[in-house]
């Protein structure tokens, strides 16, 4: 068999679109073309490899296996294009990167700004995903880097541990628990909270806690981000559960208090999941040592 490569980067395009058309726009073809040559891989290979639909497109149990392999060969072609370009290994490349809502709000902007000045031929994709979704997608190989928050299962990755930290309790000053050390989930549960978006990370983890508990959580108001809450928090609004080390940060400029949670799962520990180190390309290994050294370099309650 012989595959052409435009062909395979094809296939991923439409497999994540997930439509033919999508697919055709990313890979800038005309859909008749796209189509052509989809039959043509199906043809090749003797099989079917998408169901066509309403909605889009669905892989067959034949396209399932070939977008994995797709997705590894088109990793091997960007990490040898990135070990033979002209401006040293790292310096070209794309990078996906599936993370939580801390990494992907709080500390990988600031990260990927000096990295990316610095590499003017690395482009990045950062997608916001909850935490079983960046798990699947580095073992199927739909992204690069995937980045974690606590404790996780996920056999087969390599985990590469970064930083520590913990969950707190931000309160508006004169907060009934304002003055309390610390509290337990069970204490908040009395008061509305304000919360991160839907879909988010921390709002899906805090609603497990809260549902093993039996009962629900009672949401004010939903906001976009971790400094939105403080926000909202320093109004009065609610109060709201969030990283510390994003609260202190926020505590500097907003009048807020700050209490220990005290649960075993507010120390969270930080992650960087990959499949194989030494198997992805420069630019990425490149991303995974800056990341590790500005954890090294910011002060725990800072980053």
């Known amino acids: 068999m012989h595959f052409d490569l435009a062909d395979l980067r094809l ?26 040559r989809i039959k043509a891989l199906e043809t090749q290979l003797e099989a079917r490899l998408l169901y066509r639909n309403s909605r889009g497109v669905e892989l067959t149990p034949a396209g399932v296996r070939l ?15 990135s070990e033979f370009s ?16 801390t990494a992907v709000t709080e500390f990988m902007p600031e990260i990927l ?13 950062l997608q916001e995903r909850l935490t079983r979704d960046i798990i699947r997608g580095v073992m199927d190989g739909s992204t690069d880097l995937g980045i974690t928050a606590g404790p996780i299962v996920a056999p087969g990755l390599q985990r590469l541990h970064f930083s520590t930290d913990r969950l707190a309790l931000a309160v508006p ?19 509305p909270h304000v919360s991160l978006h839907e879909g988010s990370t921390m709002l899906n983890f805090l609603r497990e806690q809260v549902e093993n508990r039996g009962t629900t959580l009672t949401l004010r108001i939903q906001v976009s981000g971790f400094e939105a809450v403080c926000r909202m928090v320093e109004a009065g609004v609610g109060i709201g559960v969030l990283p510390e080390s994003a609260a202190r940060r926020h505590q500097r400029t907003m009048r807020l208090e700050i209490v220990a949670l005290d649960e ?13 180190l030494e198997a992805l390309p420069a630019c990425v290994r490149a991303l995974i040592d800056a990341v590790r050294g500005y954890a090294a370099a910011t002060p725990a309650g800072s980053r």
């Open 67 to 81: 977008l994995e392999h797709a997705r590894a060969v088109m990793r091997q072609v960007d990490f040898l294009k």
């Open 264 to 276: 075993p799962w507010a120390v969270r520990e930080r992650d960087m999941l990959v499949r194989k």
């Open 173 to 191: 000053v004169g907060h009934p628990l304002a003055g309390r050390k610390q509290v337990t989930l069970d204490d908040t549960l009395q008061f």
């Open 11 to 36: 296939f991923i395009h439409v497999a994540e679109g997930p439509s033919l058309t999508q697919g055709a726009r990313r890979a800038h073809l005309s859909l008749a073309a796209a189509s052509t």
């Open 86 to 101: 002209d401006g040293g290994a790292g310096s070209t490349g794309h990078i996906r990167i599936y993370a939580n809502t």
């Open 113 to 125: 700004a000096r990295f990316l000045a610095d590499r003017p031929g690395v482009t990045v994709d």
